[in-house]
Nanobody
Framework: QAQLVESGGGSVQAGGSLRLSCTSS????????MAWFRQVPGKEREEVAE???????IYLDSVKGRFAISRDNTKNTLYLQMNSLKPDDTAMYYC???????????????????WGQGTQVTVSS
């Protein structure tokens, strides 16, 4: 069955960088829409960045110019490079795949069928 495993989270100071990775198996990730979401306690999970089947990318306004989503199909791995991190970026970050419902970006979580377990990112001021 499909499996997504995130890694790369951690604690950094404001202005620092992290690169999240999401390794997938059990489905053709190279042909699927994939995305990164984040969630803080008490708030809804929000889509941060997405990459389409032709590697087109789109970003939440608050992360444009700071985050970059990419994938390496030879490694079945999705990445999120996060630069100039801010305390407001603190959240649990989730990898999602397989678009199951069409909607405009940023999509709701139920638009994606496969999810990872999440990796925590903490940015201190």
């Amino acid at each position: 069955q499909a499996q997504l495993v995130e890694s790369g989270g951690g604690s950094v100071q404001a202005g620092g960088s992290l690169r999240l990775s999401c390794t997938s198996s059990g489905f053709a990730s190279s042909k699927n829409y994939m995305a990164w979401f984040r969630q803080v306690p008490g708030k809804e999970r929000e889509e941060v960045a997405e990459i389409g089947s032709y590697d087109q990318t789109i970003y939440l306004d608050s992360v444009k110019g700071r985050f970059a989503i990419s994938r390496d199909n030879t490694k079945n791995t999705l990445y999120l490079q996060m630069n100039s991190l801010k305390p407001d970026d603190t959240a649990m970050y989730y990898c999602a795949a397989r678009l199951v419902r069409g909607s405009a970006f940023p999509r709701s979580p139920d638009a994606f069928g496969f999810w990872g377990q999440g990796t925590q990112v903490t940015v201190s001021s």
